[in-house]
């Protein structure tokens, strides 16, 4: 299901990683290799290769060809410069139609937007395109700029997880939060300038 998400007022867009984008990833990984490292699980230094760039977008298409998982680069429309990502994944259907989604941007770019415009992005198309129900997101106890990123698209926290993954080799509490296709407030963004989408 390929397209591209766009949110001009903010200047950003979103589509899916293309193995052309395997040496943006590496450099964007790269340059964020030490800011990012507390928020993530560990990764030896294969990973950050070309080689596992590639890999990565390649598992990625496959998910989405299975319609397991989704996953977006956020790209700035003045120069087309990758700035971060933003991924569908764990998506159940039957009775459930719940996913997670996980995100992350550059810390050069951070602080301007962009990361709360791409989310609401992904939840439209989360909700219209893939028709889901539910969308949940984890972050550490103290990592407070992404909860505020969830609580402006409408997240709702809904408690802590215990240890509920491995963050830098250590099983981590999580704080969780949650979104409802039938919540109402994701369904009134694109009525204002600064939340169009087309999708």
């Known amino acids: 299901m390929p397209m591209s ?10 589509r899916p990683f293309r193995l052309a984008d395997s040496e943006a990833l590496l450099a964007l990984r790269l340059t964020n290799r030490e800011s990012h490292a507390p928020y993530e699980p560990l990764h030896g230094d294969s990973f950050f290769t070309l080689e596992e760039q590639q890999e990565y977008i390649r ?21 087309e410069r990758l700035v971060g990502y ?15 989604i996980g995100y992350m941007m550059d810390q050069h770019e951070q602080g301007k937007g962009h990361m709360t415009a791409a989310l609401k992005l992904a939840i439209q ?12 997101a984890g972050t550490l106890l103290h990592n407070e700029r992404s909860q505020r990123v969830l609580q402006k698209c409408g997240f709702q926290p809904e408690g802590i997880a215990r240890k509920l993954v491995q963050i830098q080799g250590t099983w981590q509490d999580h704080r969780m939060f949650g979104l409802l296709a039938e919540d109402n407030v994701w369904q009134t963004w694109t009525a204002t300038p600064s ?3 087309h999708i």
């Open 125 to 136: 198309f989360a909700f219209r395109a893939l028709s889901l129900h539910r969308l949940q």
């Open 86 to 100: 933003i991924s569908i994944s764990n998506l159940v259907r039957g009775v459930g139609q719940f996913a997670d």
């Open 195 to 197: 939340a169009q989408s």
């Open 5 to 14: 998400l766009y949110n001009t007022p903010q200047g950003i867009l979103l």
């Open 59 to 79: 598992q990625k298409l496959r998910q989405a060809e299975e319609d397991r998982g989704y996953s977006f680069g956020i790209f700035l429309l003045e120069d």
